[in-house]
């Protein structure tokens, strides 16, 4: 499996216009509408106009080597939802799962709770999809705008790539994976107090205790009713991520420049018979990328994303350039060696192919 994209769901499916149960809402206490009559109209309605989710993964090209998790709120309609998108891409991807996240519903007393539930689940899912050699993508389109705000820093933190689009855009936003170095130390410092206090509930009178000792300590925990203290979701996420980080080690760098001049690289024949509109223009621009050692035609075509990691130890990757129904499929040879280094240039090149 290619891809493992995590994805929020939230309800547009079943509360945007020109749909058969169209005027559906939560405060009005209907009965959802019968999961029959939804299959159907999924099966033959556009993509892009069904719901958030599916104009967002539309636009990924999601293809039967990615697999899909939908984590849904702790709501009827949340599984209704996760539920109707995870049978419709069943016959899509490889292989597609539901995931509830425990207490996120329209609770405001819980929702902290909830937003915790959805940093363990989302750690969890990063870690053991990177783990299986799985490229982990996070579609935050879905869900609660809070929720939406989490998954965001989960994906900056974590170096994961983030996609996004609201069901009336037409291009998807691309959040990439940034070359920020933030600091672990100060978790790795308090790894005793967070494990602690993660443990079981603690009284507030003994958390202020470690509070008294490192005061910087108090802006990541609170106070709650029963008189105990807990981190916050921010808190929570902070002591998550960076503990992951820790055990995971440096991910990759980019991989050395390759000495020859551009044109040096460029290996495909210039003969346009078939070819798509501004393939030379392409082809020169993957050609000036520094860690790129060749570019050629490539016999084989596929369907799916338009970028793939064909040799991950070789640094060779498969890229389809596409314009008015036209296809060409370049074979890239790089100077990355590896899974990781090899990933950081195809997601490059997939920035570069969405611009053409």
């Known amino acids: 499996?290619?891809?493992?994209?995590?994805?929020?769901?939230?309800?547009?499916?079943?509360?945007?216009?020109?749909?058969?149960?169209?005027?559906?809402?939560?405060?009005?206490?209907?009965?959802?509408?019968?999961?029959?009559?939804?299959?159907?109209?999924?099966?033959?309605?556009?993509?892009?106009?069904?719901?958030?989710?599916?104009?967002?993964?539309?636009?990924?090209?999601?293809?039967?080597?990615?697999?899909?998790?939908?984590?849904?709120?702790?709501?009827?309609?949340?599984?209704?939802?996760?539920?109707r998108l995870a049978e419709y891409y069943e016959k899509i991807a490889a292989r597609t799962t539901m995931e509830k996240i425990e207490q996120l519903g329209y609770s405001a007393s819980n929702f902290d709770r909830g937003l915790k539930c959805l940093i363990d689940i989302v750690v969890k899912h990063v870690k053991d999809s990177r783990n299986r050699g799985q490229i982990p993508i996070i579609c935050a389109t879905g869900g609660f705008k809070a929720e939406i705000a989490f998954m965001n820093l989960i994906g900056a933190l974590m170096e994961v790539e983030v996609f996004y689009m609201h069901e009336l855009h037409k291009e998807v936003v691309r959040l990439p994976v940034l070359p920020l170095a933030w600091d672990v130390a100060f978790v790795e410092a308090n790894k005793e107090f967070f494990t602690w206090v993660e443990e079981e509930p603690r009284s507030s009178s003994e958390v202020e205790s470690w509070l008294k000792k490192e005061p910087k300590l108090r802006p990541l925990v609170e106070d709650a009713d029963d008189g105990c203290t807990y981190l916050t979701s921010a808190g929570h996420m902070l002591y998550k991520v960076a503990m992951e980080k820790i055990q995971a080690g440096p991910r990759a760098t980019w991989p050395p420049s390759d000495p020859r001049h551009p044109k040096e690289k460029n290996k495909v024949s210039a003969t346009e018979h078939h070819r798509p509109r501004g393939w030379e223009r392409f082809v020169d621009a993957l050609c000036e990328i520094d860690c790129v050692s060749m570019v050629r035609y490539e016999n084989t075509n596929w369907s799916g994303p338009k970028v793939k990691i064909l040799n991950p130890e070789k640094g060779e990757i498969c890229v389809r350039y596409t314009k008015d129904n036209l296809s060409l499929p370049l074979f890239v040879s790089t100077t990355a060696r590896g899974m990781e280094q090899t990933q950081l240039v195809a997601d490059y090149i997939s920035k570069k192919v969405s611009k053409y």
């Open 1 to 83: 499996m290619y891809r493992r994209i995590i994805t929020t769901v939230g309800t547009s499916l079943l509360t945007n216009r020109d749909r058969p149960w169209a005027g559906w809402r939560p405060q009005t206490k209907c009965d959802l509408p019968d999961p029959r009559e939804v299959r159907e109209w999924l099966s033959n309605v556009d993509p892009a106009l069904a719901s958030a989710e599916t104009n967002t993964l539309r636009a990924m090209d999601v293809s039967e080597q990615d697999e899909l998790v939908f984590l849904h709120s702790n709501t009827e309609e949340g599984t209704f939802c996760a539920a």
